[in-house]
């Protein structure tokens, strides 16, 4: 039963739509001409140079903006930073950097140990800022230019950081060690026609490696001992020495005066005795009555009681009245 129903209906045909030959000509070639434009057009950004090869051969280089070049592979368009400031990292890797692949071709460690010129060890941390001033040296005189580029800043690196002592590394030669890195550098660069020049070269982090760094605090915080004690001695030594010696000028300066004014004591003395000498020989007698005057007067009033008799009177007795001395001293007797 099934099998004469199915011979009943007769099921149409379907058969794919058919594309004129002329539209499928058409859609082949917008295809190819938008291949066609899209590889003949390119942009320089801003800060960018192109260079330009036609059959590998270098033809010039492209400013910044939209340029049209030879479709199919015969101009090929090279882009490079000139204008931006690219860096280096020696020793580590900071969070977020994108490294290119030469950054990681070994671990960031071995970069930073060092020998110092008094051989021991330091862990170094350092930057090279640099920026691209020749294109064309840059793609083509040096082959894999930044392999090479931090070849040769860590072999700078090594030989400035061995002529220095470990004391320089650390503490009051970093400055130095970076100065002479960069211009070492950037003669190397120059020599070898990299394309690049150095901007700077700037010391991050310097440290003692971690097996002994204990010991190297110990050490150090024994020379900040040393300075501290120093100092004070100093200070100490600046106090005393300055007030001995004020003491001193003092002393000197009273014993000076004191021997100024004897001195002057003494020539006064002298003059006065010189002119009372010139005027006695003068007036011989009135000289010697005067000064025989002027002592008593200086005399008498120290003398306490005084009697004055005439020099012809043979006793003196009479003229003391012993009885008011007797009874004087009997109240002085009878009062003890």
């Known amino acids: 039963m099934s099998q004469g129903f199915s011979d009943q209906i007769n099921l149409p045909r379907l058969e794919p739509p058919k ?17 066609l434009i899209s590889s003949t057009i390119y942009q320089i ?14 033809v010039g280089d492209a400013e910044p903006g ?33 490294p290119r692949r030469a950054s990681l071709r070994e671990d960031p460690r071995k970069e930073a140990q060092m020998l110092t010129g008094d051989r021991n060890a330091a862990v170094v941390h350092w930057v090279v800022q640099y920026r691209i001033s020749d294109a064309f040296d840059y793609l083509f005189q040096v082959d894999d230019v930044q392999e ?10 090594r030989e400035v950081v ?17 100065e002479e890195a960069e211009a070492k550098l950037e003669q190397l660069c120059q020599d070898y026609r990299t394309g690049i020049q150095i901007e700077r070269v700037a010391l991050q982090d310097v440290n003692p490696p971690d097996e002994v760094r204990a010991a190297f605090d110990e050490v150090n915080q024994a020379k900040q001992e040393r300075e501290t004690l120093i100092n004070q001695a100093q200070s100490e030594r600046n106090k005393v020495i300055p007030r001995a010696r004020g003491e001193a ?34 007036a011989p007698q009135v000289t010697r009555q005067r000064l025989y005057l002027e002592t008593m007067q ?9 009697f004055i008799v005439d020099g012809d009177l043979s006793g003196i007795v009479p003229l003391l009245d012993l009885g008011r001395a007797a009874s004087s001293a009997t109240k002085a007797g009878g009062g003890n």
């Not at 950004?45 to 090869?53: A, C, I, K, R």
């Not at 090479?148 to 690196?157: I, Y």
């Not at 200086?298 to 005084?306: A, D, F, H, I, Q």
Request: no cysteine; glycine share 8%.
């Open 249 to 282: 000028q003092q002393t000197i300066s009273a014993a000076e005066g004191y021997a100024l004014d004897r001195v002057n004591r003494a020539l006064g003395e002298a003059a006065r005795f010189e002119s009372l000498y010139a005027e006695y020989r003068k």
């Open 298 to 306: 200086e005399v008498m009033p120290k003398s306490g009681r005084k």
């Open 148 to 157: 090479t580029f931090r070849d040769m800043a860590e072999a700078v690196m």
């Open 66 to 98: 939209l340029h049209f070049k030879l479709p199919l592979g015969i101009d090929k368009v090279y882009k490079v930073p000139v204008l931006r400031e690219l860096n280096d990292e020696f020793g580590f890797r900071s969070t977020g950097s994108s």
């Open 162 to 178: 061995g002529d220095h002592t470990i004391n320089e590394v650390l503490t009051t030669g970093r400055q130095q060690i970076a």
């Open 19 to 35: 594309i004129p030959q002329g539209m499928i000509r058409l859609a082949f070639g917008v295809v190819l001409a938008v291949l």
């Open 45 to 58: 950004d801003p800060e960018e140079v192109g260079v330009v090869l036609r059959f590998g051969e270098y």
